[in-house]
Every structure is written in structure tokens, then in C-alpha cells.
């Protein structure tokens, strides 16, 4: 992976509106994985976890045993931290029982912002907070419902790239393209 892989990812993928619960699952765990990283470790890493994360079939990682987790910890394919691995498979069986009580975990998740994107309208890096109180909102509930490894800051980054807040830059050329897709 090279920076042209990450500018892809800009300008494909990231705020684009995900309804997916399987892409939610992944950006969910990608971003917890993420943690005291930079997003582009993980990027360079991503098609590996897909691999070995059963195409983050949420039902499949909830059966990780704790072998499964011991071989993980083994994979220089991933990021071989222990409390990662045994989150990102708690937090799949928490996902199971959202998708259960909601229909969907993408039926859950919108509702913390009414059902639309979050348009955002910041000119330089400084302007972009860590968190917001969508955030903080979404964070909380999810802590609530057992979830682990989603602190504010990292909610706010998984609202970003899973299209829930849409904070390309005014003078970005995906923010225009983005917005007429939901408009």
C-alpha cells in the first residue's frame, strides 16, 4: 500500500453513506484496531484483516475461539494486540444483539444523526474536532450495550468514515460529489 491507496481511500470510500452492516462491522472494528495508530497502519494492513477476519462477517467473528484469538496474536498481517482481537470479537457478538433489537445495526446507528449525514462545513486541519456530541452520544450507548474500544474520538472517526458526518474540507471535490448522492 502507498499513498496513491490512500488518497484512493479518500476519494472513494471515506464519508461516503454506509447502510452495510457488514462494512459498519468492518470500518467499527478497523477503527478500534486503529487506536494509538495511525489510520494508514491499519489501511496497509486492511485487506489482511479482511482475510482473516472472515470478511468481517460479524456472525463468524463471534465465534472466535480463544485459539482463533492465540493464532491472531500470531499474524504479522494484523495488529497483534490482544485487547484489539478480544474486542474486536466481544464487539461482534455486541453487534449480533443490536442488529436483533434493531432490524439492523445500520437501522441503530443513524438514528444518532436523525437519519442524514452531518454536513460540517471546515476549511483547515485545526478546524476538525476529535469528537462531537453525536459522538459522545453514540459512544455512550455503545459502552452501554457492551461494546469495547469505542471512546468518543474513535466513534467520531468511524462516523467519519462511514459517511454519518461528512467533513471533507469546503474546497474538497468529494464533499460536492457526496452531498448530491443524498441529496
Known sequence: LDKVDYVAYHDEEWGVPVHDDRQQFEFLTLEAAQAG?????VLRKRAHYRRV?????????ARFSEK????????????RNRLKLN???????????VQSEFGSFDDYIWRFVDGRPIVNAWRTEAD???TSTESDALSKDLKGRGFKFVGSTIV????QAAGLVNDHAVDC????EILAAYA
Open 37 to 41: 495508530l495511525s489510520w494508514y497502519t
Open 53 to 61: 477476519f472472515a470478511d468481517f462477517d460479524p456472525e463468524k467473528v
Open 68 to 79: 482463533k484469538i492465540e493464532s491472531l496474536m500470531h499474524n504479522p498481517g494484523i495488529i
Open 87 to 97: 474486542a474486536a470479537v466481544h464487539n461482534a457478538r455486541c453487534f449480533l444483539a
Open 128 to 130: 476538525y474536532p476529535a
Open 156 to 159: 467520531y472517526a468511524h462516523m
Open 173 to 176: 471535490f468529494r464533499r460536492p
